[in-house]
């Protein structure tokens, strides 16, 4: 009788380990999916790239000279609030097509008794001027040097945008808004000799990662501000407007300032005088040098690069700028890499949104 019922029982246990077997078969096939899955935010990126590629085919085949719906950020309409004059500029290419010609150690202006200077990467081969981008380097306000742009300019040069890269005044020197005052007249100074250069004066971009990015940002949102103008370098008789912001992990929304790293406040009130930030005795100084501050809606146009990873200024800084920008109408791009920090591998990443945004307004 014991035999009897245990070889039932012997039975019962395998059918249970194979059906145990399949299971836990099926479990980790299941897992790999998933894990091997694109992400929800890797699977929206992928799609509004898509989205984006299609459109900018679709313009280049119709040969129409449109502005370039938004794909992502604040959902309005690239080239809103942008310069009116006309631009001759040629169309920056998403290859590396052309040779490259540098000048260096030019002098722009005087900041103080500062002589302020600028290197030019320039596209060789070019029969048309080609649009240009301001490069304002990065350090806290506190250091960095133009020669920040020695490996991104002369490939941006390849594409067939001019890039100048530009000395401004430090922190250790003169405090804000002495830098601003330099890199609007360097914008100027292009302007004015745009023609050395084969630039066209009507289609000059600001660029800046981290604090530069903020100064590039406030190129963007000060237009016709006559107190933060300044007089650097001279060349008044034209204006220090440009026509899109490319902002690389330099987001400066003073309402929220708390988010930002202890080191990033420091700066803030390194630069503005204003000790510590946040502090409601001198809120006002370190708001002047917030972007947020002036936004309107005749402001140019944005693209706003972004790491996730970034532990210096927060991602909610550079997406909170983008809402700030889009509540007005003002045209903003936001692209964030969930697997990038701060400044390193967002422009190589982002180039093609970049050069397609700089066609767009050109």
Known sequence: METFNEIPTKRSYKRILK??????????????????????EERLQRLKEERRLAKQA??????????????????????????????????????????????????YG?????????????????????????????????????????????MLAKHGVAVVSVDYRLSGTAIFPAPLYDVKGAVRFVKAHASEYNIDPNAIFSLGESAGGVLASLLGVTEGNATLEGSVGGNLGYTSNVVGVINISGSYVASIVDTMSPGIKNAISAETGCDPVPSTQCESTYEALSPETYINSGDSPFIILHGDKDGSVPTIQATTLDSKLGAVGVASEIYVASDLAHVGGLLSRYLTQVISFINANS
């Open 19 to 40: 059906v145990s077997g399949i299971i836990v078969a099926i479990a980790v096939v299941v897992i790999v999916i998933i894990l091997t899955l694109p992400s929800k």
């Open 58 to 107: 679709q313009m280049e085949n119709a040969g129409e000279n449109t502005t370039q719906e938004e794909i992502t950020g604040s959902g309005t309409t690239a080239g809103a609030g942008s310069s009116t004059t006309t631009s001759t500029a040629g169309s920056v290419s998403q290859s590396e097509i052309y040779g490259v010609t540098t000048k260096t150690d030019v002098t």
């Open 110 to 154: 005087t900041g103080g008794s500062t002589a302020l200077k600028l290197d030019v990467y320039m596209p060789s081969g070019v029969s048309s001027p080609t649009p240009a981008i301001l490069f304002i380097h990065g350090g806290g306000f506190k250091g960095g040097s133009k020669g920040a742009a020695t490996d991104d300019g002369p």
